[in-house]
């Protein structure tokens, strides 16, 4: 009984070895991994990264006036709102440190006290120094009458003496008017020595109300409704927030974009920027979320180059605008941008993962493992245009025909079947 059942087991074995060497002994390696020719619109595509921004942005800055104040430091932010929140037109945005603008009162509040000291000392020694000019002019005015009351008196003297006493009184008279001249020059000296001590002492307070008013302000509130968003401090990388630093050349804080109208800004390198043009349909994926298929249209294109952080090639800045907004756009958001350069209808396609090249003699030839039935064959194909993914073969396959997606070692030596 046991003899029968093992050589039943044994005959069975036997079939199956048959069926499976029939099935699968000419089967090549990796047949499964095939793309089918397709013939269809070939769509010549520049695929390019790109980032998400609100076409207009309101940009939320430090109070105007650092410069007119004299204020070139950098202004450290002590605290900031949170980013992401929406928030309403005057609601709490952040609050710069007040400790450079105190430290610029304080400075200017002891030239303040200065200038109201000499103010003061000026005043007292102009009212001094007139008070002798004045002084000085009474006492010629009393010596003029007695020089005059002496010439009275002389005329009952000798000629000479009477001529003297002349002289005398017009010298007194002499001495009286140019002293009144000087006086009147000092009182002019005086009046502009106490006008720029009084103007000295107006600028500096008026410094002081504006350092003032100026710190008043470092309370930052939202100009606008909007999404609070932060901007990039490219002076140290990261960026703006509780912590950092504005400049009086860089003031802005953070940014309201408003997202009713947002555009992609992307950067084409030197190669494909002549294929680029205004008004080029662009298809757009998100990375946040795969299955978003977004549409837009290129609205500007850079004339001239710039280089990128951690590239030395040139590259063009380029915006694209989207036709539709959705809720979930928010700036900063990467995309793929896929700008339609051409179009041609009817045309055979291949990936370009399915096109191989070698060199036989001094020529290279393009070619595809084309599988038939159970075998491949090696074919020699003409290509078109391509794209980053696809490829025009204007000769060599047809609409249907099946191309390996991966090289078959069992083909690898075979010889390229050439055009005709």
């Known amino acids: 009984m046991f003899r029968k059942k093992w050589w039943l087991l044994a005959a069975l074995l036997v079939v199956c070895l048959v069926v499976v060497y029939y099935v699968f002994a000419n089967k090549p390696v990796g047949i499964d991994i095939t793309a089918e020719v397709k ?11 790109g980032e998400l921004m609100a076409e207009n942005t309101v940009y939320i800055q430090a109070p105007s006036g650092l410069q007119s104040n004299q204020i070139y430091e950098e202004i450290k932010i002590q605290d900031m709102a949170a980013e992401g929140i929406t928030v309403k037109e005057g609601d709490y945005i952040a609050t710069l440190d007040p400790a450079i603008v105190n430290k610029k009162i ?12 000499t103010l003061s000392q000026t005043s007292l020694d102009t009212t001094l120094q007139m008070r002798e000019s004045r002084d000085a002019i009474t006492n010629l005015k009393f010596q003029m009458d007695q020089k005059r009351l002496a010439l009275e008196l002389s005329k009952y003297e000798p000629p000479a003496t009477i001529k003297q006493a002349e002289l005398d009184l017009e010298k007194a008279q002499r001495d009286l008017n140019q002293l009144g001249e000087k ?20 600028r500096k307070q008026e410094q002081v109300a504006n350092l003032v008013e100026l710190r008043d302000k470092f309370r930052i509130t939202a100009p606008k409704n909007g999404l609070l968003v932060y901007i990039i401090d490219y ?25 009713s109208s947002m555009m992609s800004k992307t950067y084409i390198n030197e190669v494909d920027i002549s294929k680029i043009k205004k008004d080029q349909k662009v298809t757009m994926g998100l990375d946040a979320f795969p299955a978003v298929k977004l549409s ?45 350069i051409n179009e041609v209808p009817n045309k055979i396609i291949i990936p370009l993962e399915s096109v191989f090249s070698e060199k036989v003699g001094d020529k290279t ?16 194909v003409k290509l078109g245009k391509s794209n980053d993914e696809e490829v025009i073969v204007e000769k060599g396959l047809e609409a249907g025909d099946k191309v390996m997606m991966a090289e078959p070692a069992s083909a690898k030596d075979s010889k390229i079947i050439l055009l005709k």
């Open 39 to 49: 013939k269809g619109n070939f769509k010549d595509i520049v695929v390019s990264p």
């Open 106 to 117: 304080g400075d200017v509040q002891l030239e303040l006290d200065r200038a109201i000291t």
């Open 183 to 202: 006086y009147k020059i000092q009182q002019r000296q005086a009046a502009a020595k106490m006008d720029q001590a009084g103007r000295e002492v107006k």
């Open 235 to 259: 002076s140290v990388g990261g960026k703006k927030k509780a912590g950092s630093a504005i400049r009086s050349w860089d003031p802005r804080l953070a940014m309201l974009p408003d997202l």
């Open 296 to 340: 837009g249209i290129v609205t500007s294109v850079a004339n001239i180059g710039e280089n990128r952080p951690g590239s030395n090639a040139k590259v063009f800045e380029v915006l694209i605008k989207l036709e539709k907004v959705d809720s979930i756009l928010k700036p900063g958001m990467t995309t793929s941008n896929n700008i339609l």
């Open 365 to 380: 030839h393009n070619f595809v493992y084309q599988r038939r039935g159970n075998s491949i064959e090696k074919r020699e």
